[in-house]
């Protein structure tokens, strides 16, 4: 009886010490330990290795070293007596590669930066010109004829903003009270317009004569146009000047 007692005891205590589990190590803890040494050798690099490997555990710490001088190249070494040793990849980016990286960011950052500015732009208040009433075609827009209004718009640059832009120019078409004025709705701006009382000014030798006039012709300052005079009601032509002076050279 004690023998077979004996031979079962026996039985289960191999049973036990076989089915006892052992000690191992993963994949993913071997790349964290070379990350880690990576990091003390001050080195910018990311282990290529699989995480999902077991391997035994090694009762001696892991020695990691590089293999080569440019850290491409990882041994670990497991020096007990189930010692192995495993060489791992190091992805390591070149400077180009982050040169890239940078400028891409920069070109983002930038990208970002715009539209944040346009977006302030896009909300910020502008004073444009509109109509106080309705004025019908060839009037002559007066300074109690326009006031100023707030506008939330990027497109304010279309309007005019200033009245001295406005008096004294011809509408080419009717518009109603509150219409915001647009260079499309005015006449092209001239120095002198056809219709202008003008003064027409004759040198005659070393003798000025000026002499009421009436400009039968639209023109800028330097323009040849034709001009009446309303003394004798002949048409002459001249050159504009400022001030709604018409000059004539005999």
């Known amino acids: 009886m004690f023998k077979i007692f004996s031979k079962y005891l026996l039985t289960v205590l191999a049973v036990t010490l076989l089915s006892k589990p052992t000690m191992a190590i993963t994949g993913k803890d071997i790349s964290e330990k070379v990350s880690e040494w990576l990091v003390s050798e001050g080195v910018n690099g990311k282990p290529v290795f699989s995480k999902t490997s077991v391997y035994k555990d090694c009762k001696n710490n892991l020695e990691i070293k590089k293999l080569y001088k440019n850290y491409k190249t990882i041994k670990v070494n497991c020096s007990d007596e189930n010692g192995y040793q495993l060489l791992i990849r190091i992805k390591i980016p070149n400077k180009k590669s982050e040169n890239k990286n940078l400028l891409n960011t920069k070109i983002k950052l930038n990208k970002i930066f715009k539209k944040k500015k346009e977006k302030v732009k896009t909300n910020r208040i502008f004073k444009v010109l509109r109509l106080k009433r309705s004025l019908e075609k060839n009037a002559i827009i007066e300074l109690d ?49 056809n ?56």
């Open 145 to 193: 004829d326009i006031e100023l209004v707030e506008l939330s718009n990027s497109s304010q640059k279309s309007f005019f903003s200033h009245k001295k832009e406005l008096v004294g120019r011809k509408l080419k078409k009717n518009l109603k009270t509150g219409q915001l004025l647009h260079p499309r709705h005015l006449y092209k701006k001239f120095e002198v317009n």
């Open 195 to 250: 219709g202008d009382v003008i003064s027409i000014v004759s040198n005659i030798g070393n003798t000025s004569v000026t002499v009421s006039g009436q400009a039968q012709s639209s023109g800028n300052l330097g323009d040849l146009i034709k001009v009446k005079n309303l003394r004798s009601g002949k048409t002459i032509k001249g050159y504009v000047k400022k001030d709604k002076i018409i000059r004539v050279f005999r």
